[in-house]
């Protein structure tokens, strides 16, 4: 048994920090996670390396590793099936979706909610092939932080007929 103790503890410490970060990611934004910039995924890198020690210490051996490892796969396993199990606990460490627009107009308590400025809406919308706000039917932050896009003006081209690119053979 005093063997298998310091690897339970790495996997305990290993669990902790999965709980952590959630918790930090849930409180400090989801936009973050679907549009990430240099200085976010630098950012993710450094907070990656700094937990490194707070789960595995001074302990630098494979089986060390190996439990941290196995600890958060099983720790990811356990969230991602309780979320499909259970709505309210998906809510709970997910959130829900945040209306940004309505029948043109912003959403001001949304775009709040969403921590999130109307340039990068109006980015987000041009990304959607939408140039104004005004032509947005409805806007949402969905769960996983990228943004949905609805549009009378998308419903007319997504309607029209794709016409079959012909292939033409020089001789």
């Known amino acids: 048994m005093d063997f298998i103790l310091p690897y339970l503890i790495i996997a305990g410490k290993s669990v902790s920090v999965y709980l952590f970060i959630i918790l930090a990611i849930r409180l400090f ?55 499909r199990k259970n709505a309210r606990f998906s809510r709970i460490v997910q959130g829900k979706k945040v209306m940004l627009v309505h029948n043109g107009q912003v959403d001001q308590r ?14 987000a919308i041009r990304e959607h092939g939408v140039e104004h706000i005004r032509d947005v ?5 969905e769960v996983d932080g990228n943004i949905s896009i609805l549009s009378d003006d998308y419903k007319k081209r997504s309607m029209k007929p794709r016409k079959k690119a012909q292939l033409s053979h020089n001789p």
């Open 29 to 83: 934004g989801k936009k973050e996670m679907a549009q990430l910039s240099v200085a976010d995924f630098v950012f993710i890198l450094l907070i990656s390396n700094s937990v490194q020690n707070a789960m595995v210490g001074s302990d630098s051996t494979l089986i060390g590793g190996l439990s941290a490892a196995f600890a958060l796969f099983l720790s990811n396993y356990i969230f991602k099936f309780l979320m």
């Open 110 to 123: 949304g775009m709040e909610e969403a921590m999130m400025s109307t340039d990068e809406l109006q980015r």
């Open 137 to 141: 039917d409805l806007a949402y932050m």
